[in-house]
């Protein structure tokens, strides 16, 4: 195989060819490796939704959903659309985008995640508090900006430069 080395900025990098590949789809033995594990999600999930689907038919409230489940109900608080993780869930950006999507008081439907597939209910939404000090606020993102223009003043400078920095060669 070919093996080529390459000097970036304070780094070198060893580039080597592993596989050549005809252009175009490529056959499934070469990628059933890489899809597997998607696929096998993918239909985990399809079973997991026709389960919960069926246990949300006839259901009144979540509780009633998770005794047909044997799974317990585990409320959650202070979801924050930006910021969509759920605690034991992790990152789920589907399910928080349809929890503020949905409205208080009705089950939602089976969605799948990222981890797995989820049923809700929302009992409310409560609005942020107001900024008390925006003074403050402001004056921390004009130092943050003034500090990132600086930075990027410098590299600028920097691009421009005919200057070879070669201590990555002798340190």
Same mark, same amino acid.
């Given at each position: 195989m070919l093996d080529q080395v390459y000097q970036m900025d304070n780094s070198f990098v060893v580039?080597?060819?592993?596989? $050549?590949? %005809?252009? *175009?789809?490529?056959p499934l033995d070469a990628v059933k490796k890489d899809i597997e594990p998607m696929v096998r999600n993918l239909v985990k999930a399809?079973?997991?939704?026709?389960?919960?689907?069926?246990?949300?038919?006839?259901?009144a409230n979540i509780d009633q959903v998770a005794q047909k489940l044997a799974k317990p109900a585990t409320p959650v608080q202070n979801i924050?659309?930006?910021?969509? $993780?759920? %605690?034991? *869930?992790?990152?789920?950006?589907?399910?928080?985008?349809?929890?503020?999507?949905?409205?208080?008081?009705?089950?939602?439907?089976a969605i799948d995640g990222e981890r797995g597939v989820y049923a809700f209910s929302v009992d409310g939404f409560t609005n942020p508090a107001p900024l008390a000090n925006t003074y403050k606020q402001k004056e921390i993102m004009m130092q943050a900006t003034a500090q990132r223009s600086l930075g990027a003043?410098?590299?600028?400078?920097?691009?421009?430069?005919?200057?070879?920095?070669?201590?990555?060669?002798?340190?």
């Open positions: 580039a080597r060819v592993t596989d $050549i590949r %005809p252009k *175009g789809t490529l399809k079973m997991l939704k026709e389960k919960v689907d069926k246990a949300l038919q006839g259901a924050v659309f930006s910021n969509p $993780i759920i %605690p034991g *869930g992790g990152q789920e950006n589907k399910v928080v985008g349809a929890v503020f999507g949905s409205q208080p008081g009705k089950l939602s439907k003043a410098f590299q600028a400078l920097q691009d421009k430069s005919d200057i070879k920095d070669n201590r990555v060669k002798f340190y």
